[in-house]
């Protein structure tokens, strides 16, 4: 979501093998089709940095985790900021702010969801965007290839390479995304990795020019030497597309944004992810919600699966939550469960 960081508000090996052949692209046959949410918190107040954990940010309690496994779903994306995890560029990763991290994952994975790792800085650091002679791509390679150190080991853990690129050009973007995906492979990682496109890498605007050189064209650039990755895309489906009005625009607003990219991925034998997208609680959002999920479920051949915007530390009257209040699911999360995944419902017990 376009303003969310500024607000303040050892798996069994069974489950191992199950979790490589899910994920490993291109061949789909077998993978299992992720759904899930964000569980925001880490991100919060991107004004005070690094802050302090428990105070100005947050990670995901296990109760919260515990409750959309029990749901039936089977993926969480997870914010984070970079200013935390890696205090200088180019330096360590901080200790204390890694295992915060490492911890959250750890419980997710314990639960047999996958954890997509976020980056949450729209292709910035401390303000300075990556490709300048502040954040050099290479600086942005280095963060990776230490995260990748970590979590190469971890098959239900997939590397989210950046919150909504904006701000550079479509070309400088798709230069740090080969730069970060050649550094993770170096490590020896071939987890799954999740690429965005530039202006917010937003579906709506995957063809437009008002960032610059479309996404459709020059992000075709993506170069794994896995082959194993996913393009991110996020959608919300009010006014605007940010993500900030509880009105949706009308009951097919989902289909429509969706519908030549999902094209253009079939087109050039490629997977989307939808990575954010959500809604108020009214009728006509509730309606946009199912009509786009019901799409997305007759395309799965173009989509790997979705995690909706957003759980976690939010108050009660941040619109699009599905954290559940005193147990109690909202609206929005009712149309979410009609879509999960089968598999990962049948594994959670549930009819």
Sequence with gaps: MRNSISLWIAPTLAAVSFAIAAVVLPARADQQFLTGVNIAGAEFNSKKLPGAAGTDYFYPKASTIDHFAAAG????????????????????????????????????????????????????YRDQTIGSTAVP???????WRRLAEKFKGEPLVGFGLMN????????????AANA????????????????????WTGAHSWFHKGYGTPNATVMLGVKDPADNYVYEL????????????????????????????????RRNNKRGFLGEF??????????????????ID??????????YWAAGAWPERYFTSVQPVDGVDTLQMKVLLKHVDKTQQDRAGLP
């Excluded at 909504?164 to 230069?175: A, D, I, S, V, Y």
């Excluded at 489906?237 to 625009?249: A, I, K, M, N, V």
């Design 137 to 143: 791509v290479s600086a942005f390679a280095d963060l």
């Design 180 to 199: 970060a995906i050649a550094q993770i492979r170096q490590t020896g990682a071939r987890n799954l990795v999740f690429v965005p496109g530039n202006g």
């Design 73 to 124: 779903m089977n993926v969480i994306r997870l914010p984070f900021r970079w200013e935390r995890i890696q205090q200088r560029l180019g330096g360590d990763l901080d200790v204390a702010e890694y295992q915060r991290l490492a911890d959250a994952v750890q419980m997710a994975t314990a639960k047999k969801l996958f954890v997509v790792l976020d980056v949450h800085n729209y292709a910035a």
């Design 164 to 175: 909504e690129p904006k701000g550079l050009t479509t070309e400088t973007w798709l230069e």
């Design 298 to 307: 007759k395309n799965r051949d173009a989509w790997l699966g979705w995690t």
């Design 278 to 295: 959500g809604a108020g609680r009214d009728a006509t959002c509730l309606a946009a919600l199912e009509n786009m999920l019901t799409f």
């Design 234 to 265: 996020h959608q919300y489906l009010d006014s605007d597309f940010s993500g900030t009005h509880p009105e949706c625009r009308n009951d097919q607003i989902g289909v429509t944004t969706l519908t030549e990219v999902t094209d253009w991925l």
